[in-house]
């Protein structure tokens, strides 16, 4: 399976970007997908993601109630619109799928298989 992720860009504090992950390849149907994000000088974190099926998704903290993660296999996409952004968010933005039975997996990078290439989004003050 091979990712590209895009949307990412410049946007000012409280603004909104929606980034788009998009499988080639293969279909991701049956994938678990992740977003992850690393800042300059900052290890990689989890951001959310959201299982095969799509009836499970999955939130760090400051993801929760500002970012949404949806997918779309008939597109081969996944979705992860984000508002109320602040600097705090700023980061070059990954996506990665993974097989997986476990929830507890899902913020665990090493679970993930496949990578996207990173798309940045930087939040101005």
């Known amino acids: 399976v091979q990712l590209q992720a895009s949307g990412g860009g410049l946007v000012q504090t409280g603004g909104s970007l929606r980034l788009s992950c998009v499988a080639s390849?293969?279909?991701?149907?049956?994938?678990?997908i992740g977003w992850f994000r690393q800042a300059p000088g900052k290890e990689r974190e989890f951001v959310a993601a959201?299982?095969?099926?799509?009836?499970?998704?999955f939130y760090a903290e400051p993801a929760k109630g500002r970012f949404t993660i949806s997918r779309d296999d008939a597109k081969n996409t996944v979705y992860l619109e984000m508002n109320s952004l602040n600097p705090e968010d700023t980061a070059a933005y990954y996506c990665?799928?993974?097989?997986?039975?476990?929830?507890?997996?899902?913020?665990?990078?090493?679970?993930?298989?496949?990578w996207g290439q990173g798309t940045q989004v930087t939040v101005s003050s």
């Open positions: 959201i299982s095969w099926s799509g009836s499970n998704t």
């Open positions: 990665a799928a993974g097989l997986f039975g476990n929830s507890r997996y899902f913020a665990q990078s090493n679970m993930y298989n496949y």
């Open positions: 390849g293969r279909t991701f149907s049956g994938y678990n």
